[in-house]
């Protein structure tokens, strides 16, 4: 299994701030995926990051507004700009790892982050 | 339409009885997982299932991929079984599609 680290757990920001969710790995991990969760819905994916390589994001989301690293194996960060109230919502990160059940994909506790 | 159909959304369940939540899909997937996403918001792995049936403890899951569809059996309802389950197509390596997840509420 892969254990996923998230901080900040919790925050509030100002509209127009920006805000960076770190997310750690217990393992080397090749992908780390970002999900979006508005209160009360399912999970939408934002974009899969690769280590050195730009990560690859999914219809509906961009890099200006959500940037994303992938220094190393471990670690990835998101970045909401220029922060609006429709943005907030929980982000998690996530990974999987290897063939069979571990491919199984494990989450980290979520951040939720609330723009006002 | 959706690609990962979910029923029933919501459920209610006297502790003690059994239930079971189904998955349809519309989409291809060789592989079918399951959440479970508690009151206060971590996402746990119930299962990861190939074409077949896996059981755990008081959860029973089986994915038929002939007929596209899956289902999540809880026995016994407890409490702590509360929460919101979603399933997930997995119909290549890196992109995973969620339902819009069954809303299950346990009664004491």
């Known amino acids: 299994s892969v254990l996923l680290y998230q901080k900040p757990n919790r925050d509030i920001c100002q509209s127009g701030t920006s805000l960076k969710i770190q997310c750690v790995a217990d393992s080397q991990v090749v992908s780390m995926f970002w999900y979006q969760q508005f209160q009360e819905q399912s999970l939408m994916l934002m974009a899969t990051a690769n280590e050195g390589s730009e990560a690859t994001y999914e219809s509906g989301f961009t890099k200006d507004k959500f940037p994303i690293s992938r220094p190393n194996l471990t670690f990835s960060t998101l970045t909401v700009n220029n922060a609006r109230p429709g943005d907030s919502s929980i982000y998690f990160c996530?990974?999987?790892?290897?063939?069979?059940?571990?491919?199984?994909?494990?989450f980290g506790e979520g951040s939720r982050l609330i723009v006002v | 339409g959706d690609q990962v159909k979910q029923s029933p959304s919501a459920l209610s369940l006297q502790e003690g009885t059994n239930s079971a939540l189904r998955c349809n899909f519309s989409?291809?997937?060789?592989?079918v997982q399951w959440f479970l996403q508690n009151p206060r918001g971590s996402l746990m792995n119930l299962f990861y299932l190939v074409p077949g049936t896996k059981e755990n403890g008081r959860l029973k899951s089986t994915f038929n991929s002939k007929e596209s569809y899956s289902t999540l059996h809880i026995r016994d309802a407890q409490l702590e079984d509360s929460g919101t389950y979603f399933c997930a197509a997995d119909p290549n390596a890196y992109k995973v599609i969620f339902g819009k997840g069954t809303h299950l509420h346990v009664l004491p």
């Open positions: 996530s990974s999987r790892e290897g063939q069979g059940d571990g491919n199984t994909l494990y």
């Open positions: 989409i291809a997937t060789t592989t």
